[in-house]
């Protein structure tokens, strides 16, 4: 069974930066699309980025100019790099990987908190 573990979040100041990473407990093959998605209390989780196998990306309107998703085929590792953070940002973060065979494997999540 494969698990995504990720790690990275925590509380963080408004204006802050974190990055996030996110690695497959073992290789993933014919993987696709890496992304991350989160979901604050009260809300539906939500796509916050995602990133094809040939390196296209796509952002939420929200996070754009500030997030930037990133990923290491070799490793299956997907990375979501958080600059400017605000508390609208604070949310509990997945990851999320989808295969060609269709195979969808999510992460546990991690705590991103953004406040002073």
């Known amino acids: 069974q494969v698990q995504l573990v990720e790690s990275g979040g925590g509380l963080v100041q408004p204006g802050g930066s974190l990055r996030l990473s996110c690695a497959a407990s073992?290789?993933?093959?014919?993987?696709?699309?890496m992304g991350w998605y989160r979901q604050a209390p009260g809300n539906q989780r939500e796509l916050v980025a995602d990133i094809s196998s040939g390196g296209s990306t796509n952002y939420a309107d929200s996070v754009k100019g500030r997030f930037t998703i990133s990923r290491d085929n070799a490793k299956n590792t997907v990375y979501l790099q958080m600059n400017s953070l605000n508390p609208e940002d604070t949310a509990v973060y997945y990851c999320?990987?989808?295969?060609?065979?269709?195979?969808?494997?999510w992460g546990q999540g991690t705590q991103v908190t953004v406040s002073s």
């Open positions: 073992r290789m993933i093959y014919r993987v696709n699309a």
């Open positions: 999320r990987v989808l295969t060609y065979i269709k195979e969808v494997y």
